[in-house]
C-alpha cells in the first residue's frame, strides 16, 4: 500500500485512490473520421508495463480530482506526480 | 506420577502461582509464565500430535513460533474454540483446555497410525496421482481423507470476541525485542524519535536474557544481567511504545506493516470479559528496523522425528528460562557450537549429558573446552544414522562419517536416552525483509540467506542475527554500527563496550547426513507437520520438477501452518546438492505474509454484523417502518420492496398495488435514484455530449429522458434530466449507478474536455422524491397544492414547475415510469416525510396506496421500459434495447457514437430486446431461465429472460428477454425449457399496456 502525493492535498493513503489505467490517451477529436480499426486502438488496446508506467489516478475519496502519476510498477516507487493537462516529466 | 522435572531456580516462572489446565482431558498442573509446552514437558509429556500424512507420533520441537508439531486445539465452546494454536506460544492460564488434533480416537491410539506402515505406498505427490481416478470415485476417496486428515476444528458458532483495527504512525518502527533490537530501540528513542518495539513474546529479551553463563560478558557483568539493566532503562523511555505479545504480519511497501496484537489471549475466561481481544495494528513508519533473530535449524537424519527429539536451542530455554527439564539423559547432536551452550546449561541444572556427537572433525573454542573440562563425552566427525522409541526418543545409533560426509563408515554404538537435542545451525528470519521487496544474498561459509544490503528498499534495515550476525560481540557492535548510520545519531554510549564470548571457528554443514541403510529405507523428515521426507524431494527431482516453487508444491514441504520456517533451507540444501547447484543461485521460495497466522476476527476487526457495511435510508425511512414494508437491499439502499397487509404474501401484495396504482392513485418513494445537479454555462453541450439524445434544444422548464453509455457503446445508465435554468439542469440516475455516473462525468470534464465551463454536485441524499402516479394523482396534487396550475397546457407531461408546500420549496416533475398520469415531487430531505404524509393523507379518499420496488419493476413491465442493470448487462447497444428511436443522428459525437457502427455492433444476429408471452397466460417464467427453439441436442441456447411478471391489469403472464436476432423474430414460438416442464411462449412487442400511452394523460 502505497502513499500518493496528491498535487491538490499533498500525501495520501492510497486507500483514498482509484487508478484509472494508462494516462495520456487522448479520446481522439473526430471518431467518425477513424476506421473500426483506429477506434479499437483507442478504446481497447492498453500497454501492461513492468516498470515505469505513466498511469491516471483519482482521489476519489478526498478532492475528487483526477490526475497523472509516473509509476514503477516492480515496486511501487512513484518517481512523479502531476496534474492533468501539465507535459509528463521528461524520464 | 514422573519424576519432578522441574528444577527450582529461575527468575521468569512465579512458582507461587500454580495453574491448573487440561490436555487431552487430563487435570495438569503449571506456574505462571509458563507456555502450554513448557507446562506439559515439566509433566514429562512429550507425545502431542500425530503427523499429517503418516500420522506419525509427534512431540513438542522448539519453543517459538517456528513450531511444527505441537499444535492444539484450544477450548471447546464452539463459538470460542481455536484451532491450530502453537502450543509453545501460548502462556498457561488458569482453566487452559487444550487438545491434541490430527488424530482419532485418540492421541495414543491413532487409527492412521497405520499409514506409517502403508509409507512405502504414500510418495510425494501421492494424494495427485491416486486420487485423480477414476473420477467418479473422489467422492469416496474424500470421505475417508476427510475424516482421517486434516487439523483443527472451526468453531460452529458465530465468535463473541471483540476485535480492533488501530492506525499507528512512527518515527521508528523496531521489531524484534531480542538483544539487538532493545539496543535499535534504545538509540532511537534516546534520539527523540517517536519509536515504537513490536515484540512477539510476553517478556522482552529475546535469547540474552537468560544467557547466564559467564562465557558471555559485557562490561564484566554476564549478558543476560546487562541486558536486564538495559531494558529497565529502556521501559522509562517516555517517547518509546513497547507492544509485547504483537505478531508483525506483514510488511508492506512503504513502510506499511500489519502487527495483530494479543490481549487477552493469555488470561483466564474470567479475565477476558469485556475486553479486546486481539488488536490489528495498521502502522505507517518513517523507517524500520528488522531485528527479528533467526531460528535453530534441525538435522535431517533417519527418524529424526519421535517424540523427545527437540532443537538444542529450545532444550536450553526450558531449562535455562522455564525451569523445566525435557528428559533425565539427554544427547545432543549438532554442527556447530550452541549445542555445547545447552550442554553446560544441563550441566549446570544437574542434567545428565550422555554424549554430545558432532558432525565436525574439530571444534575448538571457549566452550568445547568448557565442555571438555566438564567431562562430557564429545564424538567429533560422527553421525546419527537411526533412532528408537515409538512414543518417546529411547535410543541413538552412532556411526562415524567418511572424510565426504557422504557414507558412514566402522561399527554402530548404540546410546540410551530420553531426549535428543538437534542444532544444524541457524537461519536468519529474513520473510519480513522479502516481503517488503528486499533481495538476499547467499553467504557460503555457513549457508545462509541473508538480506543484501545493496538490495535493501529504503528507509529500513536488518540488525542482529536476522542480518546474519550469531555471536555476541558482532550482534552489538554492527548492530550500534549500522543503526548509528542508518539513524544519523551521534557518538553514543555502546560504541565502545567490552564484550567476551566464544567465537566458533570450525563449521560443516550436511543437508541430508547419511544412514548405513539405503534412503529408500529411511525416513529422514524435513517437513514435521507435513511429513515429507528427503526421500520425497529426490523422487520429485527425478520425476522432473525443478522449479523450487513446483517442488514445493509437488512434495508439500513448507506448506503446513508453519510454513516450513525450520525444513525450507534442508529442502533447499538437498535440491541444490543432487541437481549440483550452488544454493546461491537456486535462491529460495517466496515468503509470503502472514508471517505467523492471523485470526479472521483480527482480520475484520469492528467490520462484522451492522458495522460491515453502510446502510443508507430515505428520509422518509421511519414511515416505512410504521407501515409494515418489507425491504429490499439496492447497493447500501434499504427500499421498500412491498407492503404487506393483513397477511398478504409478497405475491398477493404486489397484484394489489399494482392494481390501485393504475385504477386510482400509488404513490414511491424514489429519493434513491442518483440526483446530480449540473451547473455552468457549457452545461447542454455536456449533456449533449454525455447522453445520445439531442438537448440544446430542451426549453428551460421542460424534463428529458436520457440513455448513457460507455465508450465501446454499450448502454450504461438511464434517467430523466431537467432544465431548471439556462445553465443549470438535475439529472437523475439508477439508484445502484448513481456514484459511477457521477466519477464518469467528473473523469470527461476533467480529462477530455476542461474546456468546458461546467460543474457537477451529487444531491441525492439533500433532496427525497415521492411519485405520485395514476388517474387521481392530479387531484392529489391539485389538494396540497391548490395553488398549482395542473393543467395539460400549464403543465404537460415532461414539464417542470417551482412551487410550494406551505414555506417549503420544492420541484414539481410531472413524469412517469408506469405509463401513468404521474407527478414527482422533490423536496429537501428534512421535509420529505411530512410532505410524504401530507400526500398519504390527501390521498386517502382516492385509496393511495404505497408501493414499493418490486410493483414499480411490473408496472414499468407492462409497458415495456427497461431497468438498466436487469435488462442490460453491459452487452447491449440502444439498438439492441430497439431504442434506436434515442440516437441523436444528426449530433457529431456523444460518448460511445463511434462504437455504435463497429463491425461488432451492426451484426444482426445480436441478442436483442423482445417481450414474451406464455401460452398458458397464468405460468410466470424464471427470471434467467433459457430461450430455445427445439429441444433437440445440441441445443442451441437462443437467449435468456430479464425480467417476468404475472400482471394483474392485463390478468396474464408478461416478460422481457433478450433473444439472438429478437427483432425479426416477433410471433415466433419458442421454448423454456425447465426442470420438470416446458413452457411455450411467443415473441412479441416489448409494450403489453397502453401501447398508445394514453393514460399518460388520462
Ligand atoms: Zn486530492
Excluded at chain 2, 105 to 110: E, I, K, L, M, W
Excluded at chain 2, 317 to 340: H, M, P, Q
Aim: with cysteine; proline share 4%; glycine share 8%.
Amino acid at each position: 500500500m502505497f502513499i500518493i502525493n496528491c498535487p491538490y492535498c499533498g500525501e495520501r493513503d492510497q486507500t483514498e485512490f482509484s487508478c484509472g489505467g494508462e494516462a495520456h490517451i487522448e479520446r481522439p477529436k473526430q471518431p467518425t473520421e477513424l476506421s473500426d480499426d483506429q477506434w479499437a486502438e483507442y478504446l481497447f488496446m492498453r500497454k501492461n508495463i513492468k516498470g515505469i508506467q505513466f498511469e491516471r489516478w483519482n482521489h476519489i475519496h478526498g478532492c475528487r480530482k483526477w490526475f497523472n502519476v509516473v509509476r514503477d510498477t516492480s515496486n511501487d516507487k512513484i518517481h512523479a506526480v502531476y496534474k492533468m493537462g501539465e507535459r509528463p516529466p521528461v524520464k | 506420577m514422573s519424576n519432578n522435572l522441574r528444577i527450582n531456580k529461575n527468575n521468569f516462572i512465579d512458582q507461587t502461582v500454580r495453574i491448573s489446565f487440561k490436555f487431552n482431558g487430563r487435570r495438569l498442573f503449571g506456574y505462571k509464565g509458563d507456555t502450554l509446552a513448557s507446562a506439559l514437558l515439566a509433566n514429562n509429556i512429550h507425545l502431542v500430535g500425530r503427523s499429517f500424512k503418516y500420522h506419525r507420533p509427534r512431540g513438542i520441537m522448539t519453543c517459538g513460533s517456528e513450531e511444527p508439531n505441537a499444535i492444539v486445539q484450544v477450548g471447546k465452546d464452539p463459538a470460542l474454540t481455536d484451532p491450530n494454536v502453537r502450543a509453545t506460544e501460548i502462556e498457561l492460564y488458569e482453566g487452559l483446555e487444550a487438545f491434541s488434533q490430527n488424530c482419532w480416537p485418540s492421541v495414543n491410539f491413532d487409527i492412521g497410525g497405520i499409514n506409517n506402515f502403508l509409507s512405502p505406498l504414500l510418495p510425494a505427490g501421492f494424494y495427485y496421482k491416486t486420487f485423480m481416478w477414476p473420477a467418479s470415485f473422489w467422492e469416496k476417496y474424500e470421505f475417508f481423507i476427510r475424516h482421517s486428515a486434516g487439523l483443527g476444528k472451526s468453531p460452529t458458532k458465530p465468535d463473541q470476541d471483540l476485535y480492533d483495527h488501530q492506525y499507528v504512525h512512527c518515527d521508528v518502527l523496531v521489531i524484534g525485542g531480542g538483544i539487538s533490537g532493545i539496543l535499535s530501540a534504545k538509540l532511537s528513542a534516546e534520539k527523540g524519535l517517536n519509536t515504537m518495539l513490536i515484540n512477539d513474546k510476553s517478556h522482552l529479551g529475546g535469547s540474552t536474557i537468560y544467557q547466564n553463563d559467564d562465557i558471555f560478558k559485557i562490561n564484566n557483568e554476564t549478558s543476560n544481567l546487562w541486558l536486564k539493566n538495559q531494558i529497565e532503562e529502556l521501559k522509562k523511555i517516555p517517547n518509546l511504545t513497547i507492544k509485547n505479545r504483537t505478531s508483525v504480519a506483514a510488511f508492506h511497501g512503504y513502510n506499511y506493516l500489519l502487527a495483530r496484537e494479543n490481549l487477552t489471549d493469555h488470561l483466564s475466561a474470567h479475565e477476558r470479559k469485556e475486553k479486546i481481544r486481539q488488536r490489528l495494528l495498521k502502522i505507517r513508519a518513517k523507517k524500520v528496523v528488522i531485528a527479528t533473530g533467526a531460528i535453530e535449524r534441525p538435522l535431517i537424519f533417519n527418524n529424526n522425528d519421535r517424540p523427545g527429539i527437540i532443537l538444542s536451542s529450545s532444550i536450553k530455554k526450558y531449562i535455562d528460562y522455564y525451569g523445566v527439564k525435557t528428559g533425565e539423559s539427554i544427547s545432543l547432536f549438532t554442527n556447530n557450537d550452541s549445542a555445547y551452550e545447552t550442554a553446560i546449561s544441563l550441566n549446570k541444572s544437574g542434567v545428565k549429558v550422555k554424549v554430545i556427537i558432532d558432525i565436525r572433525e574439530n571444534s575448538n573454542s571457549i566452550l568445547s573446552e568448557k565442555i571438555e573440562k566438564a567431562g562430557i563425552k564429545i564424538l567429533k566427525g560422527y553421525t546419527i544414522t537411526n533412532t528408537d522409541g515409538y512414543k518417546r526418543i529411547n535410543s541413538i545409533d552412532v556411526m562415524k562419517l567418511s572424510k565426504d560426509g557422504e557414507n558412514v563408515i566402522g561399527s554402530k554404538i548404540t546410546y540410551k536416552c530420553d531426549c535428543l537435542g538437534i542444532s544444524g545451525g541457524w537461519t536468519p528470519m529474513v520473510h519480513l525483509f522479502t516481503q517488503s521487496g528486499g533481495k538476499l544474498k547467499f553467504r557460503n561459509n555457513d549457508n545462509v540467506f541473508i538480506p543484501d544490503e545493496n538490495k535493501t528498499p529504503s528507509e529500513q534495515i536488518s540488525v542482529g542475527s536476522s542480518n546474519g550476525d550469531f555471536e555476541l560481540d558482532d550482534v552489538i557492535n554492527n548492530t550500534v554500527k549500522n543503526i548509528k548510520v542508518f539513524l544519523g545519531l551521534d557518538k553514543n554510549n555502546y560504541e565502545n563496550l567490552d564484550i567476551k564470548c566464544s567465537k566458533e571457528k570450525q563449521k560443516r554443514n550436511i543437508w541430508l547426513l547419511p544412514s548405513n541403510k539405503p534412503i529408500s529405507r529411511t525416513k529422514p523428515f524435513l517437513d514435521f507437520q507435513n511429513d515429507s521426507t528427503a526421500k520425497d524431494v529426490k523422487l520429485a527431482l527425478r520425476e522432473g520438477f525443478k522449479s523450487i516453487e513446483h517442488v514445493k508444491r509437488y512434495t508439500t514441504t513448507g506448506m503446513g501452518t508453519d510454513q516450513g520456517k525450520l525444513s525450507n533451507m534442508h529442502a533447499l540444501g538437498i535440491i541444490a546438492d543432487t541437481t549440483g547447484t550452488n544454493m546461491g543461485e537456486l535462491g529460495t521460495t517466496t515468503f509470503r505474509p502472514p508471517y505467523t497466522p492471523l485470526t479472521f476476527g483480527a482480520i475484520v476487526g469492528r467490520n462484522v454484523g451492522e458495522f460491515f457495511d453502510h446502510t443508507r435510508r430515505t428520509a422518509i425511512h421511519d414511515w416505512h417502518l410504521e407501515n409494515k414494508a418489507e425491504f429490499e437491499n439496492v447497493g447500501q439502499w434499504k427500499r421498500p420492496w412491498y407492503f404487506p397487509k393483513n397477511g398478504e404474501t409478497m405475491y398477493q401484495a404486489v397484484q394489489r398495488e399494482s392494481k390501485a396504482a393504475r385504477e386510482s392513485a400509488g404513490i414511491l418513494d424514489a429519493s434513491t435514484l442518483g440526483k446530480i445537479d449540473i451547473q455552468g454555462e457549457d452545461a447542454s453541450e455536456f449533456l449533449n455530449r454525455v447522453y445520445t439524445n439531442a438537448w440544446s434544444k430542451l426549453a428551460i422548464g421542460k424534463c428529458r429522458y436520457g440513455l448513457m453509455l460507455n465508450e465501446d457503446g454499450m448502454v450504461y445508465d438511464d434517467g430523466v434530466t431537467t432544465r431548471l435554468g439556462e445553465n443549470h439542469y438535475i439529472m437523475t440516475t439508477t439508484t445502484g449507478g448513481a456514484a459511477n455516473v457521477l466519477s464518469k462525468l467528473e473523469d470527461y470534464l476533467q480529462t477530455e474536455w476542461p474546456e468546458l465551463n461546467v460543474y457537477l454536485t451529487t444531491v441525492t441524499d439533500q433532496y427525497s422524491t415521492m411519485s405520485i402516479c395514476g388517474p387521481n394523482s392530479k387531484k392529489i396534487i391539485a389538494k396540497i397544492i391548490p395553488s398549482l396550475d395542473l393543467s395539460d397546457e400549464s403543465f404537460p407531461h415532461m414539464s417542470f414547475k417551482n412551487s410550494k408546500i406551505d414555506n417549503v420549496n420544492c420541484r414539481i416533475m410531472r413524469i412517469s415510469f408506469t405509463g401513468e398520469h404521474s407527478y414527482e415531487i422533490n423536496v429537501q430531505s428534512n421535509y420529505a416525510k411530512d410532505v410524504w404524509e401530507r400526500c398519504i393523507e390527501a390521498g386517502k379518499e382516492f385509496n393511495i396506496t404505497p408501493y414499493g420496488t418490486e410493483t414499480m419493476h411490473l408496472l414499468r413491465a407492462e409497458k415495456g421500459f427497461i431497468i438498466t442493470g436487469q435488462d442490460t448487462d453491459g452487452t447491449l447497444t440502444p439498438s439492441d434495447l430497439q431504442m434506436d428511436w434515442i440516437i441523436g443522428k444528426k449530433k457529431y459525437d456523444f460518448i460511445g457514437k463511434r462504437s455504435l457502427y463497429r463491425s461488432d455492433t451492426i451484426r444482426e444476429d445480436r441478442k436483442q430486446l423482445v417481450g414474451l408471452l406464455t401460452d398458458d397466460p397464468k405460468e410466470v417464467l424464471e427470471e434467467g431461465a433459457q430461450l430455445v427453439e427445439s429441444l433437440e441436442k445440441p441445443i442451441d441456447m437462443l437467449g435468456h429472460v430479464t425480467s417476468s411478471y404475472f400482471s394483474p391489469n392485463l390478468n396474464k403472464s408478461i416478460a422481457l428477454a433478450v433473444v439472438r436476432s429478437g427483432k425479426k423474430l416477433k410471433g415466433k414460438k419458442l421454448i423454456v425449457p425447465m426442470k420438470n416442464k416446458n413452457i411455450n411462449v411467443t415473441i412479441t412487442d416489448t409494450v403489453f399496456y397502453d401501447k398508445e400511452n394514453k393514460r399518460l394523460n388520462a
